[in-house]
């Protein structure tokens, strides 16, 4: 059986960390904030995890 291919757009998107787990980009952090309370915008910095379940789904198309 031929090996599976990376889905390049997953790949541009998702980052795996060295313990495993995986962090992408929170959306609508960009332009366009003020309407958007301090909080929201300060937690958009931040990045985002996948729970277990989509992590391990998500690992062998990375």
Known sequence: MP???THKSTKKVLNVRNS?????KKSNGNHKTAKDSS????????AGSLSKG???RLKSVI
């Open 54 to 56: 989509n992590a391990h």
């Open 3 to 5: 090996k599976q291919k």
């Open 39 to 46: 909080k929201q915008v300060r937690q958009r910095r931040k």
């Open 20 to 24: 495993g787990s995986i962090t992408y």
